[in-house]
């Protein structure tokens, strides 16, 4: 557990409760419920907290708002995807 942080505004005692509810749950390898998007879970591994900054967020939400939009491009292969990119080079 000393990779995980916990991001919580419950009490102390609230917060330990969550913490050992989330370690049973994951010892008895339950099925994790789907997050709404961009709702931070109370348990973060340190390499994941990146994607919690409010730039990436925001990134994210952009994101999804072009998939929404159908502003993306659809390819057959990894090659085909490579061939986009280096033939709409912008650099």
Known sequence: MSNLILVSSESDASANATTASLQSAAAANAPRRPLPPHRMPLVVSRDDLYFWTAS????????????????????????????????????
């Open 56 to 91: 990436w967020q925001d990134s994210e939400a952009r994101a999804e708002e072009d998939l929404a939009a159908g502003r993306y491009v659809e390819f057959e292969s990894p090659a085909a995807a490579v061939r986009y990119l280096i033939d709409n080079d912008q650099a």
